[in-house]
């Protein structure tokens, strides 16, 4: 037996470490689920068409209407699907393509009064699971 104790300070350093960058990953969960939802109540205030955002019938204001409606949308699904997959990766579990399935059909209902919105934000959510996949 050594006369000296071992000095187990870089035991605690990294225990400490790993609580700290567990908690600031629960804080990330909590913070782009947050963002989700107030994309959410945006996209559902815009395209149920309780709050327009312009009034003018020109052609030029039309196309920026339905590309700010749509952006909200898929700014939702994308916020959505980081918190959540965060989320599952901090518990350990892989994410369900039922979640993945029930974000896309949610989006896809913000956007059932207005076609052109509907088509553009299928194509997107299209490509940005096409790129969650390929990527991840």
Do not use: C, H
Request: no cysteine; glycine share 4%.
């Amino acid at each position: 037996m050594s006369k000296f104790k071992k000095n187990d300070t870089r035991s605690k350093k990294s225990i400490v470490k790993s609580k700290l960058d567990e908690e600031f990953a629960y804080k990330s969960v909590l913070l782009t689920a947050i963002i989700s939802g107030i994309l959410l109540v945006i996209s559902l205030l815009f395209n149920t068409q309780i709050i327009t955002i312009f009034m003018i019938e020109n052609t030029i204001w039309f196309y920026i209407d339905i590309i700010i409606k749509t952006l909200v949308i898929l700014l939702f699904f994308l916020f959505g699907m980081i918190s959540i997959g965060n989320y599952k990766e901090l518990s350990g579990k892989p994410l369900d393509f039922k979640i993945v399935l029930l974000l896309f059909i949610l989006s896809l209902i913000q956007a059932y009064r207005n076609s052109w919105v509907f088509g553009f934000t299928f194509f997107g959510l299209i490509v940005i699971i096409a790129y969650f996949y390929f990527v991840q």
